[in-house]
């Protein structure tokens, strides 16, 4: 079993940056596919960007492509999502998971484990 802890979120304006931290302790990180979700007020939870095992391998949606990215450091047992060009749409509370699985399809519903979330808020 994994813990996972989100840092970093907070307010930001409009075209700003942040970067957020998911800190994995009870197992090593490097066993999890890892991915990154957001859900906005009244909103489902939906998938922003993942990464596999070693993090080689990583997947972001259409709506961050180009401005945000996920990468991991697994001497660390962190994964990091660093938020470029934000826009109001963005708001939302990201949440940090891991898959068990080899290889991770990154739908909610097949994450495994599951942090508590951090509140990033864009204003324009």
């Known amino acids: 079993q994994v813990q996972l802890v989100e840092s970093g979120g907070g307010l930001v304006q409009a075209g700003g940056s942040l970067r957020l931290s998911c800190a994995a302790s009870?197992?090593?990180?490097?066993?999890?596919?890892m991915g990154w979700f957001r859900q906005a007020p009244g909103k489902g939870r939906e998938f922003v960007a993942g990464?596999?095992?070693?993090?080689?391998?990583?997947r972001h949606a259409d709506s961050v492509k180009g401005r945000f990215t996920i990468s991991r450091d697994n001497a660390k047992n962190t994964v990091y999502l660093q938020m470029n060009n934000l826009k109001p749409e963005d708001t939302a509370v990201y949440y940090c998971?891991?898959?068990?699985?080899?290889?991770?399809?990154?739908?909610?519903?097949?994450?495994?484990?599951w942090g508590k979330g951090t509140l990033v808020t864009v204003s324009s």
């Open positions: 990464t596999s095992r070693s993090g080689g391998s990583t």
């Open positions: 009870g197992r090593t990180c490097d066993s999890y596919c």
């Open positions: 998971a891991a898959d068990r699985a080899l290889f991770s399809t990154f739908a909610p519903n097949d994450m495994d484990y």
